[in-house]
């Protein structure tokens, strides 16, 4: 496991006209492929992203999922995580 996994970060998503804060834990499989898990409204979510974002666990629509993604796209490039 490298430094980046086993991370705990926070992104921020709109929500309407107000930002809502989601804790973000960054991980990997067994093989080693990143993956990231998060609370959305209650209902937990695993994230990857191969050529785009997608559901491993969980249910959200396809444009949470494309949002959400973005949002840890940023924190990434941002933070150098």
Same mark, same amino acid.
């Not at 930002?19 to 409204?41: A, Q």
């Given at each position: 496991m490298d430094k980046k996994t086993n991370e705990y970060f926070d992104? &921020? +998503? =709109?929500?309407?006209? #107000? /930002?809502?804060?989601?804790?973000?834990?960054?991980?990997?499989?067994?093989?080693?492929?990143?993956?990231? &898990? +998060? =609370?959305?409204?209650? #209902? /937990?979510?695993?994230?990857?992203?191969?050529?785009?974002?997608q559901v491993i666990w969980g249910e959200i629509p396809q444009h949470e999922i494309d949002r959400i993604g973005r949002a840890i796209d940023q924190k990434i490039q941002t933070s150098a995580l």
């Open positions: 992104i &921020e +998503l =709109e929500d309407h006209d #107000k /930002k809502i804060s989601v804790s973000v834990h960054r991980n990997e499989t067994t093989d080693g492929s990143p993956f990231f &898990e +998060l =609370e959305l409204g209650g #209902k /937990k979510v695993q994230l990857r992203k191969e050529e785009q974002w």
